[in-house]
């Protein structure tokens, strides 16, 4: 490996478990809280490294987002496209973001980018990619169940407190009130389960070849030994997307690339300790 700290060769993962020739680790490796920084200002230098092409990109999210915005207001007509396009991102948002840390990958390994390296996530392992799709709506399904259990029991238990009561409103709304807060808490936090699990899970199976679902147990483990890291950059990237709504999205055209390289920057320390 050359000093260049985005120099490291594409890899793949060793069946036979450990680090493979090319340097990945399956044992992913800890990192402290403030490489969250250094993941961000590697993705700042991948991302000024083809900086017109991750400009145009965002460009053209921005421009697909108000169309859709434009068409769903349409009547009947917009409700069931965006419905369908809902449905697309679902399933196929994995594959699109594995195009980016592809492209991002490339620049590591030196090599040029164009617009249509952007989309090789459609090209390589998209049954797998799709299948993190699978997973993650799955998940995504179990917390709102979960959610709707416990705000289930929330109503029985106030409705039951107030018989005792005889109806007496404060109690309802202060018992009521208490299970709405809990399931706010438990909703937060299984969401942030959810995206340790999907963090590095497009990564592993477009760069490494992993399975789906290996893909995210590894992309979990990864995230549990640098839940430190996780959180800083979880905060520093909703504060960025936050900024960069004010002026018209236009930030967005600069903070979405930049923190889809620092995610893949993320990926390379934890996995191959670059």
Known sequence: MTDNPYSAPLSRVDPSGGASVEGFNTEPLARGPG???????????????????????????????LVLIVVSLIPILGSLIQM??????????PAFLAGLYMSADRLNRGEP????????????????????????????????????????IGIGVTVG????????EPEISAGLIIFIIFAVFIAMALSFVIYMAFWFAPMLVA????????????????????VGGFILFAIMASFAVFIAYIPCLLGL??????????????????????
């Open 253 to 274: 055209i600069v903070v979405g690339p930049v923190f889809a390289c620092a995610n893949y920057s993320a990926y390379r320390e934890i996995f191959y300790g670059d």
């Open 35 to 65: 490489a969250a920084v250094s993941w961000i200002s590697k993705g700042w230098t991948l991302f000024s490294a083809a900086s017109g092409a991750w400009a145009t990109l965002g460009g053209v999210m921005i421009g697909a987002l």
């Open 84 to 93: 369908a396009v809902n449905f697309a991102i679902t399933f196929l948002m």
């Open 161 to 168: 407190f107030s018989a005792i009561m005889n109806n007496q």
């Open 113 to 152: 980018i164009v617009f249509d390296n952007f989309f090789d996530g459609f090209r390589k392992n998209l049954g797998q990619l799709v299948m993190v799709g699978v997973l993650n709506f799955a998940a995504s399904l179990v917390m709102i169940v979960v959610l709707l259990i416990i705000f289930g």
């Open 207 to 226: 760069i490494n070849g992993m399975t789906a679902v290996d893909a995210v147990k590894l992309s979990f483990k990864a995230a549990m030994k640098n």
